[in-house]
């Protein structure tokens, strides 16, 4: 399943960079997206874990860059 959110907050190209490369090291992670210009972060994850996979994501998240959130 692949499906895409609004990053609410994602101050700077590095920072996305940063948050992408860590995201896509997640256990469950096909392929992680961000794009800075649009503010949003495009996931794909297997449809029977999408939901476990998108939870990591939104904790990974919080933990990398606080002031950012993933908009469900």
Same mark, same amino acid.
Do not use: Y
């Given at each position: 399943?692949?499906?895409?959110f609004? =990053?609410?907050?994602?101050? $700077?190209?590095? $920072?996305a960079?940063? =948050? &992408?490369?860590?995201?896509?090291?997640?256990?469950?992670? &096909?392929?992680?997206?961000?794009n800075? #210009?649009t503010?949003?972060?495009? =996931?794909?994850?297997?449809?029977d874990?999408?939901? &476990?996979? =998108?939870?990591?994501?939104?904790?990974?998240?919080?933990?990398?860059?606080?002031? $950012? &959130? #993933?908009?469900?």
């Amino acid at each position: 399943m692949r499906k895409s959110f609004k =990053l609410d907050e994602i101050d $700077c190209a590095t $920072c996305a960079h940063k =948050l &992408e490369t860590a995201l896509n090291k997640l256990e469950g992670v &096909e392929k992680a997206s961000v794009n800075f #210009i649009t503010q949003k972060l495009t =996931l794909t994850a297997p449809d029977d874990q999408f939901a &476990e996979v =998108l939870d990591r994501a939104v904790a990974l998240t919080a933990d990398l860059e606080p002031d $950012c &959130e #993933i908009i469900r």
